[in-house]
Each structure stands twice: as C-alpha cells, then as structure tokens.
C-alpha cells in the first residue's frame, strides 16, 4: 500500500524492493511488509532477522547498511513516527562522514522518531517535511559529488 500511496504523489517511478534487486537512480524504493531491507554496494538485500525496536522492517537496519556500504556517499532521512527507530541508523551515516536530515519534529504527525534522531544526530538537516524533497532534489549526483572532489 505504501508504494501504491507514494507513486500517486510522485513522477519518479516506485516499486516494492525485491532480494538482490539492483540499486536504480531516479526510483524510489520502499522495503516490503516484514523484511529487513539492506542497502549493499548496487543493490539491496531482504532478510527475515528479529525485529529491531518491534519493527521488521527497521530504518535503523536501512541506515546503518547504508552507511556500511556507501560511507560518505550516504544520505539518510529519518521522518515522522512513534518509536525511536531510525535514530541509530542516521548517527551511523553521519559518523561515516555522510548526510543526516530529519523532518522538523513541529510538522511530524508523530514527532518521536525526528526527536531521537536529532538527539543522536544534533548536527543534522531539520527541515519542513514540505522542503525535504526540494532539498534532496538539490543534491548533486552521486557522480557529481565524486568529480568535485566532494
């Protein structure tokens, strides 16, 4: 359902992650019911391990894979919900040098999950849940940042 609600609100195409599917650009990926979704170097992988914080899938397993993976070059983005999950996940890609952004915890319909982010990340990106993907739009690719030296 999730996939369904967000292709309604956006061009960029969304599709249900399957195992060992390849990282695309320009898509929008969303973990299936009851897995854990890993990010590994060019594609991802599904796992049935515990839940983590009660939640199969956890954003802090998301994140932390891909600050494993991908260091630097990481982008993590912890929004609106009720537990603390995800939290650990972005100290994890900003540790490893990469960019931590988290929905201002005043347009969070659930602010629990932005407040342990900036807890755990206090130099993040707060932004407006309106601005956010203005902002990640903005970015340079990751080929961008590479020639650049950035």
Do not use: W
């Amino acid at each position: 359902m999730l996939a369904r609600f967000l292709q309604e609100r956006t061009q960029l195409l969304v599709c249900e992650v399957e195992d060992k599917q390849p990282i695309e650009s320009g898509r929008v990926f969303v973990a299936p019911a009851n897995y854990h979704m890993l990010i590994e170097r060019g594609h991802f992988s599904l796992s049935l391990e515990a839940p983590v914080r009660y939640s199969r899938p956890s954003i802090d397993v998301a994140l932390t894979s891909a600050a494993n993976a991908y260091g630097h070059r990481s982008v993590g983005v912890v929004l609106t919900g009720a537990n603390a999950d995800g939290a650990e996940g972005l100290r994890r890609i900003a540790d490893s040098g990469g960019m931590a952004v988290v929905q201002d915890p005043a347009t969070a319909e659930v602010p629990t999950m932005p407040v342990a982010a900036i807890r755990a990340v206090p130099t993040a990106r707060i932004f407006a849940i309106d601005r956010i993907a203005a902002f990640l739009g903005a970015l340079p690719s990751p080929h961008q940042r590479s020639a650049g030296g950035a």
